[in-house]
């Protein structure tokens, strides 16, 4: 499940949710993003109902249309230019988060794929961001 927005957990609340979804801690704060490298734009784009593409959901820059093919051009690597990632759509596809290896077929539903055989996923708190680990 994913924090509530604009909400700040206390460590004991976090504990609580943690117990019903082991991998609540990628949302309780937000990413920082600036300069990283960042799948969307290259692999991952935003369209919305008329055709238009961005790199992102919360990156206002069209790189062109759907429709009729101009985003094409625009598609490659390229750093985060917003200086933090809050959201699950967004955060998920930074490179430096391995979060592609926690929800592997199911990276936008937030679904996670099974842990190594005697493994299980939680999160591994640093200073920010939130790396996943496996336990056993």
Same mark, same amino acid.
């Given at each position: 499940m994913n924090a509530a927005?604009?909400?700040t957990y206390t460590d004991t609340e976090a504990a609580e949710w943690t117990t019903l979804d082991p991998l609540f801690g990628y949302s309780r704060h937000p990413h920082r993003s600036a300069g990283l490298p960042c799948r969307t734009g290259a692999s991952v784009v935003s369209v919305d109902g008329d055709g238009t593409?961005?790199?992102c959901h919360f990156v206002p820059t069209?790189?062109?249309n759907l429709y009729d093919g101009s985003y094409r051009a625009a598609?490659?690597?390229?750093p985060c230019p917003l200086a933090v990632c809050d959201c699950h759509i967004?955060?998920?596809h930074l490179e430096s988060l391995p979060l592609y290896d926690v929800f592997a077929g199911g990276v936008l539903e937030r679904v996670p794929a099974p842990p190594p055989p005697g493994a299980s996923? !939680?999160?591994g708190h640093t200073v920010s961001? !939130?790396?996943p680990v496996w336990s056993r």
């Open positions: 927005e604009g909400h593409v961005r790199r069209e790189l062109g598609l490659r690597p390229r967004g955060y998920v996923w !939680s999160v961001p !939130s790396i």
